[in-house]
C-alpha cells in the first residue's frame, strides 16, 4: 500500500514569510513528485514537478527531493494571502504514471496578512 | 491551448442507477487518468489510459469502468450507483504517462 504523508494544518504563516511544506512517501520505487495546489471548491493545479534529488526553483517556489529519506517539501518565498490554499503531494509509483498518482491528504496553507 | 474539459460540471442521481461523465484531454495528451476525491479519503486515482488500452486500476469495485477512444477522449462509467459515491471525479491528462497530469474542472456527483 503505497502511503503519502502530509501535516495536516492548519499552517499559518505571516505574508511575506518563507511557508515550508513537507511530505514524506512509502514506496522506494517512486520516479516522479508533483505539488498542486487546490483552492476550495477548485480542481488541483499543479505548480511543480521534480524528479531528481536536490532542488528545483520556479519563480517564489522551490522544490526540493531527497529519495534516500523518502521526502520531498515545498518552500514558497515572499508569502502572498493569494497563496493560501491546500497544497497536495503527489508521487508516482515504481510503475510511473501507469500506477496513478498518489496523493497525501493535503496541507491547507493560510497566509495572513 | 486549451485546457482539460469535463462534462457534466454537476450531476444528482439516485441510488441503483448508472451515470456516464466525459473527459476531454488536452490537445496532443495521451495519457488519461481519473481520480475521486471525498473529504474523508482524498484523491484517490481510479484508472489510467493510454492509447485507448486501461493500463492500470485502483482498488474500486468493478461497478466502475472507463474506456478511452482514438481521439483520446476518455469516459466513465458508474454503475448501481451508492449513496458512497457522492464526490468530486476528476480527469488529468498528461502527454505521457509520466509527465506532469493537468486536472480539468471536475464533475461533482450526488447521489441521493
Known amino acids: 500500500q503505497k502511503e503519502v504523508e502530509q501535516n495536516s494544518g492548519p499552517l499559518s504563516v505571516p505574508e511575506g514569510a518563507i511557508a515550508s511544506l513537507n511530505c514524506t512517501y512509502s514506496?522506494?520505487?517512486?520516479?516522479?513528485f508533483f505539488w498542486y495546489r487546490q483552492y476550495s471548491g477548485k480542481s488541483p493545479e499543479l505548480i511543480m514537478s521534480?524528479?531528481?534529488?536536490g532542488d528545483k526553483e520556479d519563480g517564489r517556489f522551490t522544490a526540493q527531493l531527497n529519495k534516500a529519506s523518502q521526502y520531498v517539501s515545498l518552500l514558497i518565498r515572499d508569502s502572498q494571502p493569494s497563496d493560501s490554499a491546500t497544497y497536495l503531494c503527489?508521487?508516482?509509483?515504481?510503475?510511473?504514471?501507469?500506477?496513478?498518482?498518489?496523493f497525501g491528504k493535503g496541507t491547507h496553507l493560510i497566509i495572513q496578512p | 491551448k486549451a485546457g482539460v474539459t469535463q462534462t457534466p460540471r454537476y450531476l444528482i442521481k439516485t441510488r441503483g442507477q448508472q451515470v456516464t461523465l466525459s473527459c476531454s484531454p488536452i490537445?496532443?495528451?495521451?495519457?488519461v487518468s481519473w481520480y475521486q476525491q471525498t473529504p474523508g479519503q482524498g484523491l484517490q486515482f481510479l484508472f489510467e489510459?493510454?492509447?485507448?488500452?486501461?493500463?492500470n486500476k485502483g482498488n474500486f469495485p468493478g461497478r466502475f469502468s472507463g474506456r478511452q477512444f482514438s481521439n483520446s477522449r476518455s469516459e466513465m462509467n458508474v454503475s448501481t450507483l451508492e449513496l458512497g459515491d457522492s464526490a468530486l471525479y476528476l480527469c488529468?491528462?498528461?502527454?505521457?504517462?509520466?509527465?506532469?497530469?493537468?486536472f480539468g474542472p471536475g464533475t461533482r456527483l450526488t447521489v441521493t
Open positions: 488529468a491528462s498528461s502527454l505521457l504517462s509520466d509527465y506532469e497530469q493537468y
Open positions: 514506496d522506494r520505487g517512486s520516479q516522479s
Open positions: 521534480i524528479y531528481s534529488n
Open positions: 503527489a508521487v508516482t509509483g515504481s510503475g510511473g504514471g501507469a500506477d496513478g498518482l498518489t
Open positions: 490537445s496532443g495528451h495521451r495519457s
Open positions: 489510459y493510454f492509447s485507448e488500452t486501461q493500463r
